[in-house]
């Protein structure tokens, strides 16, 4: 083969990678089959599939947020199997006046945000460090591009309600607070990074421990 045909080879080979990375469904749905000897993802016979498989009545509630400020209830296919496969997923965040969604990231997802009730103030910040925030109401929607970091907390007088939606049944979520001194990052790269004694050190990673 001429070194010509070789490289389109390979230019052809990654372009067709980079396309077959996220396939559509080749079916209609794809109810998970929970029967113990079945193979692993496999789905149920359409057959046997009802309407209530497409329906989830488990965010109709706010969660419990009195005890932090704030609280997600995901909406997933391990909650919803009537969304495998179909490359989606959502959650409630219910925020008591004051309460913060901390600022986090999905890595495998865009969001946009949906504000049920009350006020947000709600952003993201790009790969040039620049913050792009506002406060959103009711009826209003904002979006955060995938694997950015972004942040919300009520500034209203009363309780708010996000709906976020992911264009992912698996959008992945990294808190970054959790992540830097929840994680076993040793003490002093964290003291040089932010300029922190190890007293002060210490004391976030006891906050955000994983046993906490």
Do not use: W
Request: charged share 20%.
């Amino acid at each position: 083969m001429s070194p010509t045909l070789t490289l389109l080879f390979v230019l052809l080979y990654h372009v067709l990678m980079v396309f077959a990375s996220d396939p559509d469904p080749l079916q209609d749905f794809c109810i998970p089959n929970n029967h113990p000897t079945a193979a692993l993802k496999s789905c149920m016979n359409s057959s046997l599939v009802v309407v209530n498989d497409f329906i989830f009545s488990g965010i109709k509630s706010p969660g419990d947020f009195h005890k932090t400020g704030f609280s997600s209830q995901p909406v997933n296919v391990n909650n919803f199997p009537g969304l495998n496969t179909l490359g989606m997923s959502f959650v409630r965040a219910d925020f008591d006046k004051g309460g913060i969604n901390v600022p986090h990231m999905h890595p495998r997802a865009t969001e946009t945000a949906f504000v049920l009730e009350g006020k947000i103030y709600s952003g993201f910040v790009d790969t040039q460090n620049r913050v792009f925030a506002k406060v959103i109401e009711k009826g209003e929607v904002m979006v955060f591009p995938r694997g950015l970091v972004h942040f919300q907390m009520n500034v209203g007088d009363s309780q708010a309600t996000i709906l976020g939606m992911f264009n992912s049944q698996n959008p992945g979520l990294v808190k970054i607070p959790n992540a830097l001194f929840g994680s076993e990052i040793r003490d002093e790269l964290l003291e040089k990074a932010f300029g922190m004694s190890s007293r002060e050190v210490d004391k976030l990673k006891k906050r955000f421990s994983p046993n906490n």
